[in-house]
């Protein structure tokens, strides 16, 4: 599986901005997609993830919750919809997947995108 994440960019508090992750190859037997951030000098994080097939059930973190909205279309792209961004929400956004049935940060993910930046500016 080959994950192209892309979006990212310079905004400012308050502003909104969409991540996109394309996924090609062998998609079969994934299980969920997940975004996650990580930030300078710390550890990555869970952001948000959401089922590939079927009822495209979603998880947040509770940082995020009723700010970002993580969504699939059918041509194997997810995206992420982040409103009213934060400053503490700069990062370097990652996208994965896993084959493994399990969710969130401790979910094994498998494959991962190659990252995209996200700067929020006070």
């Known amino acids: 599986v080959q994950l192209q994440a892309s979006g990212g960019g310079l905004v400012q508090a308050g502003d909104s901005l969409r991540l996109s992750c394309a996924a090609s190859g062998r998609t079969f037997g994934v299980y969920v997609m997940g975004w996650f951030r990580q930030a300078p000098g710390k550890d990555r994080k869970f952001v948000a993830d959401i089922k590939w097939s079927g009822i495209p059930s979603t998880r947040y973190s509770d940082s995020v919750k009723g700010r970002f909205t993580i969504s699939r279309d059918n041509t194997k792209t997810v995206y992420l919809q982040m409103n009213s961004l934060k400053p503490e929400d700069t990062a370097v956004y990652y996208c994965?997947?896993?084959?493994?049935?399990?969710?969130?940060?401790?979910?094994?993910?498998?494959?991962w995108g190659q990252g995209t930046q996200v700067t929020v500016s006070s």
């Open positions: 994965a997947v896993t084959t493994v049935a399990a969710r969130g940060q401790e979910a094994p993910y498998n494959y």
